[in-house]
C-alpha cells in the first residue's frame, strides 16, 4: 500500500509528485467561472474573476519560537502569498482545531499575536472556525488561515513600467513570467526562520543570535510595485530560495544564475548550516521574497526595497539568462554549482 | 489553569463563550477596507467589499461514513456557507493536513469525492496547501476549505421582492434580518447526517435505514432566492436546528414559534434519537437550510424549494412573532416547550 510520508509535505520533489501525480489528477475539472490564475499554475494564490484567494495550514512545531509563534506565522504566510501575486490583501479568514486540554493562555497568546500581526498588515480577520478534538488527535493546535485580495492601482502601475521595457502577458505576477535578463532580487535575509526553529527545538544553542524573521512583507511590496518594473514574486518558504528560484526556471523556460556572495546569509546561519550540514539556500522561509524585476528597473526597485523597513537587506543576487539550464551558483570560489530543487525539507514543520 | 474542553467546539454555549470572551475580544481591530459583514456577526460568511469569505476546518471522524466522506462534507459545507450569505460562491481552496502513514489509496477517494462535490455545485477548487505531521501527531487527516462568493442577480431580485412587502436594510441575508410575521422553512429532513455518523461510529446498527444526506445546496438556495422574498437563511450545522433558531431569535430580537409536527424528520431518526436520548432539534446537519421569508412569499418559496431535488421534503416549520420570547415549539400533542440554545453537541465531531 502507497502511504503518505514526511517527504511529501516537505516542500521538495516528492511534494510535487503527490501534488501533480494526485492531488491535480482528481481535483481537475472545468469551471464556467474564469480563473486566471488557478490549481495547476501552483503559483502561491489563485485569481478567479479578479479576486486573489490563498490558504495556508500551520503546523509549525513547537507553536511558540524564537521570534515568533504560529499566529504571526499564519497571519504573515497568507498575507505573504497574496502579496506576491500582486494583490492588495483585503481580509484574512482563521479556522483553528485545537486538541482537548490546550491552555487557553497559549490560545490568547496566540490570538493576540494574529491581531497584532493584522495591525502591522492593515488587514482585518473577519470570518473564522474553531474545532475541538480529543486529547491525542492532534498535536495541540493548526491554524489554517485563507485570504482574499484584489487588484491595487499599483499593480496596475508596476505592469505599465514593465511594458516600457519588455512583452509583458497576463495580468497578474506570475512564476512564469520571468524573461531572459531580468534581475533576481532577494529582499533580506535567508535561513533565519528555519534555523531558529531548528535550533530551539533540538537545543543546539544557536537560537540565541537568530531568530525568525517572520512578518508580513506587503506594505514592502506594495513600495515595490509603485516603483515598477517587478515581473513575478515569491515567497520562498518550503524548500527554500532553491525551490523557489527552481520555480521560477521551470515555469518561465529560462536559466537563472546567481552569485554566491550576494546572497544576504547571517554569519550566525552559515555557522549552524555548516555544523548541521543543511544547504541555507533549501531552508523555508517566512520573512523575506524574492523578485525577479526587469534588468533596467533593477537598482530603483533595489533602493525602494532598503527604503522598507521590511527590506533593508535586499540584494540584487542574479539574472535569469538563457545561457544556462535551470539554476546555476557562481560560488565564492569562482565555481559553479547547480542549485537542484531540494527533495525534502532540511527542516520539517518549521511552518 | 484554564484550558480548552471538547464542549468548547461543540456549537452550543460553551462555544459561544469562548468565540466571544477570548477570539473575538483578542481578533478585534479596525481595518481600513469596508466590511460589510464582520467576525462579530458570527453569521456563516463575511463580506468584504462585496467579496464573500468564509472557512470550515473538518475533523470529521470517522473520515468516510454511510452517505459520505470528509471530502464532500469539506466541499459542501463551504458551498453553503457562502451560498445562505445569499452569495453566488466563486470558488474554494483546501487546506490539507495529513498524518504521515495515511493510505494515498483513501486520500484518492477523498479527492474524488471533492472534484465529484464541486462538480455537483459547479465551484472549482482553485488554491490549496498539502502538510504532512509525523505518525501519532493527528489522527488522520483535517480537510480545511475556504471560500468567495459575490453578489449574484438573484440575491439582488430576491431583496427587491422583500421591498415590496416590508422594509429591509442591507445587501445581505443575515441572521439578524429576521422580523416579526416572517415564516420559517426548513428546506428537508434534519439530523440524518448526525445520526448516520453517530450510528455507524458506535455501531448502533440505525445506518442501514439512515445516510448522511451531505450535498453542495448552492442551486437550490439560488431557486429560492429567484422566487424571492428570502430575508436570512442558515446552515444548522452544528448545534443544529435548536442553535440555528435561537441565533435567528437572538440576533434579530424577535421570538419564534414552531409546530413540531411540522418539522421533517424521518421515523428512523426519531427512534434513534428516543433511544439515544437525543435531541434531534440539536443535531447538526450537513444537507439543509433554514430560511426566513417574508410571510407574503412563504408558499411561494417553499414551492420553489420543492421543485428542486434537494429541497424536496421543504417544510414551512414556524413563523417569527413578537408574542414569545426565544424559540418555542407547540408540541405534537398540544404542548409548549422552550428550545434552548445546547449547551454542548449530543454528536461531536460529525463535521
Redesign the interface.
Known amino acids: 500500500?502507497?502511504?503518505?510520508?514526511?517527504a511529501?509535505?516537505?516542500g521538495g520533489e516528492a511534494?510535487q509528485r503527490?501534488?501533480k501525480d494526485?492531488?491535480l489528477k482528481?481535483?481537475?475539472?472545468d469551471?464556467?467561472?474564469s480563473?486566471e490564475?488557478?490549481?495547476e499554475d501552483l503559483d502561491d494564490?489563485?485569481v478567479?474573476?479578479d479576486?486573489v484567494?490563498?490558504?495556508?495550514?500551520?503546523?509549525v512545531k513547537p507553536i511558540f519560537f524564537p521570534g515568533g509563534d504560529i499566529g504571526v506565522l499564519a497571519v504573515s504566510g497568507t498575507i505573504n502569498d497574496l502579496a506576491v501575486m500582486g494583490a492588495e490583501p483585503?481580509?484574512l479568514?482563521?479556522?483553528?482545531?485545537?486538541?482537548?486540554?490546550?491552555?487557553?493562555?497559549d490560545?490568547?497568546r496566540i490570538?493576540?499575536s494574529?491581531?497584532r500581526t493584522?495591525?502591522r498588515a492593515?488587514?482585518?480577520?473577519?470570518?473564522?472556525?474553531?474545532?475541538?478534538?480529543?486529547r491525542?488527535?492532534?498535536?495541540g493546535i493548526?491554524v489554517?488561515t485563507?485570504g482574499?485580495g484584489?487588484r491595487s492601482e499599483s499593480l496596475d502601475r508596476n505592469i505599465e513600467v514593465v511594458r516600457r521595457y519588455r512583452e509583458f502577458e497576463g495580468r497578474w505576477l506570475k512564476d512564469s513570467n520571468v524573461r531572459d535578463g531580468d534581475a533576481i532580487i532577494v529582499s533580506g535575509y535567508i535561513g533565519d526562520h528555519g534555523i531558529a526553529i531548528l535550533s530551539f527545538r533540538e537545543g543546539y544553542g544557536f537560537e540565541s543570535e537568530i531568530q525568525s524573521d517572520v512578518k508580513p512583507l506587503n506594505k514592502m511590496i506594495e513600495r515595490a510595485l509603485h516603483e515598477g518594473g517587478v515581473v513575478a514574486m515569491k515567497d520562498p518558504t518550503r524548500g527554500g530560495l532553491a525551490n523557489a528560484l527552481n520555480e521560477f526556471a521551470a515555469k518561465s523556460g529560462v536559466g537563472i544564475e546567481i552569485f554566491e556572495e550576494k546572497i544576504p546569509v547571517r554569519e550566525a546561519v552559515w555557522a549552524a548550516c555548516e555544523m548541521l550540514g543543511i544547504d541555507a539556500l533549501e531552508i523555508g522561509n517566512e520573512g523575506c521574497v524574492v523578485l525577479a524585476v526587469v534588468r533596467e528597473m533593477a537598482e530603483s526597485v533595489l533602493q525602494a526595497l532598503k527604503e522598507t523597513e521590511e527590506g533593508k537587506d535586499a540584494e540584487i543576487i542574479g539574472y535569469a539568462t538563457k545561457n544556462v539550464r535551470g539554476v546555476v551558483m557562481r560560488t565564492s570560489v569562482g565555481g559553479r554549482k547547480i542549485v537542484e530543487p531540494p527533495v525534502g525539507d532540511p527542516v520539517p514543520?518549521i511552518c
Open positions: 500500500m502507497k502511504i503518505i510520508t514526511m511529501h509535505g516537505a511534494m503527490l501534488i494526485v492531488i482528481h481535483l481537475r475539472f469551471p464556467e467561472v480563473v490564475v488557478s490549481l494564490s489563485a478567479v474573476e479576486i484567494l490563498t490558504t495556508d495550514a500551520h503546523t483585503l481580509a479568514s482563521s479556522s483553528l482545531v485545537i486538541e482537548e486540554g490546550f491552555p487557553i493562555e490560545l490568547e490570538l493576540e494574529m491581531r493584522c495591525e492593515g488587514v482585518p480577520i473577519v470570518t473564522g472556525d474553531t474545532k475541538v478534538v480529543e491525542n488527535a492532534l498535536d493548526i489554517t485563507a482574499v484584489r514543520r
